[in-house]
């Protein structure tokens, strides 16, 4: 791959940084605000208040993905059922987008180092 390939990837990715930044901030001010204040009015077994930088990817993992191991009574970080049953279609697409931006971003790092 040329330099020239490899510099206009390196700026997609960092695009993808940038888009992944803005949609946390958005994912963070929409969703997770409205869940950790319902979590703190009526707390869960399963919830620890740790701050919310985490609890952030959390929620959008647990929307974006419902695998087995999520759908676990004891997830030890949230509380999966209730968030999912919280969450809005805006809350699941930001999820999908958050997701898939953060997936998209790690293959142009694997194409980036690889191409070197």
């Known amino acids: 791959m040329g330099a020239e390939t490899t510099f206009v990837?390196?700026?997609l990715w960092m695009s993808t940084l940038v888009v992944g930044v803005l949609?946390?901030?958005v994912f963070d001010y929409v969703t997770a605000r409205r869940l950790?204040?319902?979590f703190m009015q009526h707390p869960s077994p399963h919830f620890s208040h740790d701050g919310l930088g985490l609890?952030?990817?959390y929620?959008?993992?647990a929307l974006a993905f419902y695998s087995v191991r999520l759908n676990a009574q004891d997830?030890?970080?949230i509380p999966v059922n209730d968030t999912r049953r919280l969450a809005t279609a805006t809350d699941?697409?930001?999820a999908m987008l958050f997701t898939?931006?953060?997936a998209l971003s790690m293959a142009l790092l694997v194409i980036i180092s690889l191409s070197e």
């Open 36 to 38: 950790e204040t319902h």
């Open 100 to 102: 898939a931006n953060f």
């Open 23 to 25: 949609l946390y901030g």
């Open 55 to 57: 609890h952030t990817v």
């Open 9 to 11: 990837i390196a700026q």
């Open 92 to 94: 699941k697409f930001l």
């Open 59 to 61: 929620y959008a993992i």
């Open 75 to 77: 997830y030890p970080f």
